[in-house]
């Protein structure tokens, strides 16, 4: 029987509003430098909350190729082909050195909302006397919409996008399971490898919760609301939390079998030793009880037979939501006792299918550089949150092994452990 090849990471790439590009990153997470900011992108003097973690300097122009593709390409669509093209070149994997027939894409995505410019002369057309006329949308939209205009909203266009730019001819998926997604992606991807479908893969999330449309439409029941002092708002597990806070970001990663990267001489910033995932059933609304996440936690430990003394840190979900964080906290004191926790939405908020891959980010970085990155804005413990977060300054002489959780509404939960490169 053939063993299991060893998957590896070798390429990140990131768009976050602390910073594009990992050494950006890195550097903001350092400093302790908040990417929340007030909404500038368009006009948001109407909405309750006026503030999220939006990214002001990223040009699409700079990435995209070819240029008429931005006709097509959602904002998150964009970030998440930029984060793909830093990956590759921080990977040192130049277009055409790759196999295309074993080089995949796994990408995972939210529900892209429509833009309002592009909707706003069908609606128009659809305004009798002062009333919305369904009867008319049909025939406006046939003719005001613009013939490709659906090809934005897909989800699965991001993966395609970046495959067709990278040449990438092997595997291609799409997870759109809200905030797991890209975890969830992750552990398709190694698996994808491991099977031996592949050899490389182009993996990541990407998420835009400051679009407008998604602003109405999840309205602000979840939100901190704290505009007073907007870059503590995110507060993960602190007791004066009063919500999460919205952002936009992408990240990605190249992974590798360990032997194809050996072969090509190629840098390993993390070993992947094993990914899981458990849901729990939520009937008629019932609140999340935590399940899945003690699941997904036991099942990680159990794949990869380490015990919690083995790991250095938690990565959490940490959304900063009431009731979620004191779960998850639940979860992880009672399967994993103290151990150390980092919440790295407190820095870019809540990037919901780009929250993944982005958090895991900063867990490897973190390694690299022998420490844990901190939490933002924790100051005062919740007793109901039974967790040692890493806050004021990073956590020194762990073991450099992380677990990497992520929590969806709908109960499942992900979970990715990494290592260190030998």
């Known amino acids: 029987m053939r063993d299991t090849p060893e998957v590896v990471i070798t390429g990140i790439g990131i768009v976050s509003s602390i910073g594009i590009g990992q050494e950006a990153f890195w550097k903001s997470l350092l400093a302790g430098s908040s990417g929340v900011k007030t909404i500038e992108a368009f006009d948001a003097s109407s909405l309750p909350v006026r503030f999220g973690a939006h990214i002001p300097d990223f040009d699409p122009k700079l990435y995209i190729r070819p240029r008429k593709s931005l006709k097509v390409m959602s904002r998150e669509i964009q ?36 833009d309002l410019e592009d909707l706003e002369g069908t609606y128009r057309r659809c305004i009798t006397a002062g009333h919305f006329d369904f009867s008319c949308w049909a025939e406006a939209a046939a ?9 934005k909203h897909l989800p699965n266009m991001t993966a395609s996008h970046i495959a067709i ?29 491991q099977r031996g479908w592949a050899d490389v893969m182009l993996v990541g999330g990407s998420g835009c919760r400051l679009h407008p449309n998604a602003l109405v439409a999840r309205g ?16 993960p597990f602190d007791r004066d939390r009063d919500g999460l806070v919205n952002g936009e970001g992408a990240g ?34 019932t609140p999340l009880s935590g399940r899945s996440l003690v699941g997904v936690i036991q099942a990680i430990l159990r794949n ?56 895991l980010a900063v867990s490897i970085l973190g390694i690299e550089h022998g420490v844990v990155p901190y939490t933002l804005n924790y100051d005062h413990p919740d007793p109901l949150c039974p967790v040692n977060v890493v806050h004021n300054v990073p956590l020194r002489g762990r073991p450099p092994v992380a677990i990497s959780l992520n929590l969806a509404s709908t109960g499942q939960a992900a979970a990715v452990m990494i290592a260190a490169a030998e």
């Open 79 to 114: 970030m998440g082909f930029a984060a793909a093209d830093m990956a590759m070149i921080d990977a040192s994997l130049a277009t055409g050195t790759v196999d295309p027939d074993r080089f995949g894409v796994v990408f995972g995505s939210d529900m892209i909302y429509a």
């Open 143 to 151: 003719e005001e919409l613009q013939p490709l205009w659906l090809l």
């Open 165 to 193: 730019a990278q040449d990438a001819r092997g595997p291609n998926n799409s997870i759109v399971l809200g905030d797991v997604s890209s975890l969830l992606a992750i552990s398709e991807a190694t698996s994808v490898i």
């Open 220 to 235: 602000d029941g979840l939100l901190s609301h704290r505009s007073h002092d907007f870059q503590k708002a995110s507060r």
């Open 252 to 285: 990605v990663f190249v992974l590798e079998s360990l032997a194809h990267a050996k072969r090509r001489g190629g840098r390993i910033h993390a070993r992947i030793l094993g990914t899981a995932s458990r849901c729990e059933s939520r009937h008629n609304g």
């Open 304 to 359: 990869t037979s380490l015990t919690p003394n083995d790991i250095g840190h938690i990565n959490a979900h940490g959304a900063s939501s009431i009731e979620v964080d004191r779960v998850e906290a639940a979860a992880i004191a009672a399967t994993l006792g103290d151990i150390p926790v980092t919440a790295p939405k407190s820095f870019f908020g809540h990037l919901g299918a780009g929250s993944g891959v982005t958090e």
